[in-house]
């Protein structure tokens, strides 16, 4: 076996059992892999070959170093990586046919990543989104906090709930309008969510958080209408799901908010949340098509 190399797999279990002490060594900056490999684990593909997930570690002296991950045609989403090891790791991606959408990771790491690929598919990267992740220090509730208090999502407020997703869902851009077929197979089936509710009982701001892995919750979705905002809501329904994480044993909370909105990142500090590190997408078109080709 080599010593220092990418090895690459399509089975969630076996990468998790070789990977998973590396990831759950830092896990606020890992948070993404973390989530998301839990979810495949438990939701199980049946797809293989070019529709299935697609895992890699990095490993040097037997140690692993860095790792990837790319849900069934999703971006490729790597823990960071130096310039030399993002180019190591297109070559051997681009040798074996693979070929991705876009690539999601820490800022300097998505762009040695993009360029690369660029370098040996053609494939022209585009910058997507910029995005911060925080880390939750000394939670700080808001004052004053708005009127109301924070009430669990149940199984009633289905509807209600999916319509707000597909809003957020429309705000930041994503492809994907969650309804009552699409749902389980969306990233919003499997969280916890939570309203912010005026005194009359009206929901006004939701946020949601995934279940607890590796110690750490992530705190996502957070979404108030638009005619709603600008009135503490989302202030209030964050630190009323950061407080219940805190209190269901959770030794990290974080969540992501777009680099380019100031009000955003001055909410979540104000409430307590640190800075992590900086993360960006890039999406990659025009490359040319190979078949694609088992991992190995």
Same mark, same amino acid.
């Given at each position: ?9 399509? +089975?969630? =279990?076996?990468?998790? %059992?070789? *990977?998973?002490?590396?990831? &759950?060594?830092?896990? @606020?900056?890992? /948070?993404m ?51 030399g ?20 990771? +820490?800022? =300097?790491?998505?762009? %040695?990543? *993009?360029?690369?690929?660029? &370098?040996?598919?053609? @494939?022209?990267? /585009? ?24 009430r ?35 990233r ?9 509710q ?8 939701? %946020? ?11 705190v ?37 908010a ?39």
């Amino acid at each position: 076996m080599r010593s220092n190399d990418w090895y690459l797999t399509e +089975d969630v =279990d076996d990468f998790l %059992a070789r *990977a998973g002490p590396f990831l &759950r060594s830092r896990p @606020a900056l890992h /948070t993404m892999a973390l989530t998301v490999t839990d979810t495949l684990r438990t939701r199980r593909p049946a797809a293989a070959g070019a529709g299935a997930p697609l895992f890699g570690r990095l490993e040097r002296a037997g140690e692993v170093r860095a790792v990837f991950y790319r849900t069934p045609r999703g971006r490729l989403s790597p823990t960071p990586l130096t310039p030399g090891d993002a180019d190591r790791l297109a070559v051997r991606l681009a040798a074996l046919g693979h070929r991705f959408p876009g690539v999601s990771a +820490d800022h =300097d790491t998505a762009a %040695a990543f *993009a360029e690369a690929w660029q &370098r040996q598919t053609g @494939a022209t990267p /585009t910058p997507r989104e910029r995005l911060r992740l925080y880390r939750l220090g000394t939670l700080t509730p808001p004052e004053p906090r708005p009127a109301g208090r924070g009430r669990l999502v149940g199984a009633q407020d289905r509807e209600h709930l999916m319509r707000w997703c597909r809003a957020f869902a429309a705000d930041v851009g994503e492809a994907v309008a969650p309804d009552a077929a699409s749902w389980a197979g969306t990233r919003f089936a499997d969280k916890h969510y939570t309203f912010w509710q005026t005194p009359d009982g009206t929901a006004v701001s939701l %946020a949601g958080t995934t279940p607890m892995v590796a110690g750490h919750i992530r705190v996502d979705p957070v979404y108030t209408p638009a005619h709603l905002r600008g009135r503490g809501y989302a202030g209030a329904v964050t630190v009323e799901v950061s407080r219940a994480a805190l209190a269901a044993g959770a030794t990290d909370v974080v969540l992501f908010a777009n680099a380019g909105n100031p009000t955003s990142n001055a909410l979540y500090q104000r409430i307590g949340y640190v800075p992590v590190a900086d993360f960006a997408v890039h999406d990659f078109s025009g490359a040319a098509d190979t078949p694609h080709r088992p991992p190995r």
